[in-house]
């Protein structure tokens, strides 16, 4: 097991955000967190990273309780790519990139050869290796929503947690994007608003509604039509893809 939520509840004032939310995830498993806008994914996500704590239930990295573990260590394996990450500081591409060692790092020890390697890797990975000089301010939405998982991968978490990270990107990026996580060997936690997109890439999609969990299991077993009619208010038909083998929705026009 790598990540695991019992019972989660989390609320603001009397409102109920995440309403008694468990799952599984294995390592290595890429789990699409899916649900209308406002149904509790980023509440929930930001619950898993440990940057929220729950009213009730638990979050457990490894079978530890995450309250338990202290920041730094989980920061050496959990990394977290926001919905609107925001970086102000007029810095170069590249130190934004390195943001993502510090947890790994000392206050004695400095810049190694090993940080260095998986800097460029992260980059030439997201394919921001031509940029990597290039001011922070210079780049647009998309390259900056690729920056921030090169930092991410620079981290080299063992579980990397995504909230909606393909807005702003052309298609080539989208899936390139969906392409590298589904094929780290890293476990994986992605917010997703492209149905497709989410069946070909995740091994298993979860579904929110409200707060609470309506579906969970693998692409095939989630993306019916009444789910879709349900949930997303939708009408679609769902066939398998005769070029992957994963379920397709069509929408009706
Ligand atoms: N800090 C907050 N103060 C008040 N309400 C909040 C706060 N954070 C979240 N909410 C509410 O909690 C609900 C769930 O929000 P959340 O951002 O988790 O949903 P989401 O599924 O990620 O939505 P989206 O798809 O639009 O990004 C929404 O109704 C939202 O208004």
Request: a positive charge; aromatic letters at 4%.
């Amino acid at each position: 097991m790598s990540i695991r939520a019992d019972n989660l509840v989390w609320k603001i004032g009397s409102k109920t955000i995440v309403n008694d939310v468990s799952l599984i995830v294995s390592p290595g498993e890429m789990l699409g967190l899916l649900g209308p806008n406002g149904s509790g994914k980023t509440s929930l996500l930001r619950l898993l990273a440990g940057l929220k704590r729950p009213l009730s239930g638990q979050v457990t990295l490894d079978g530890q309780n995450i309250d338990k573990i202290r920041r730094r260590t989980i920061a050496q394996r959990v990394a977290l790519i926001e919905q609107h990450a925001t970086t102000n500081a007029n810095i170069k591409v590249v130190d934004v990139v390195k943001l993502g060692r510090f947890p790994h790092r000392s206050m004695f020890s400095g810049w190694t050869g090993e940080d260095d390697a998986a800097v460029n890797d992260a980059l030439a990975r997201t394919e921001l290796t031509a940029k990597r000089n290039d001011s922070w301010q210079s780049l647009s939405g998309g390259e900056k929503q690729r920056a921030h998982l090169a930092r991410a991968l620079a981290q080299s978490p063992k579980e990397l947690i995504l909230d909606e990270p393909t807005n702003h990107l052309d298609v080539h990026h989208q899936v390139s994007l969906l392409r590298l996580v589904s094929e780290l060997p890293v476990t994986s936690i992605i917010a997703l608003h492209d149905l497709n997109h989410a069946a070909m890439f995740c091994d298993r999609l979860l579904v929110m509604q409200a707060g609470k969990v309506v579906a969970f299991g693998t692409p095939e077993d989630v993306l019916t039509r009444e789910l879709l009619r349900d949930v997303f208010c939708v009408d679609a038909h769902v066939t398998r893809s005769p070029y992957h083998g994963k379920p397709l929705v069509h929408f009706e026009r």
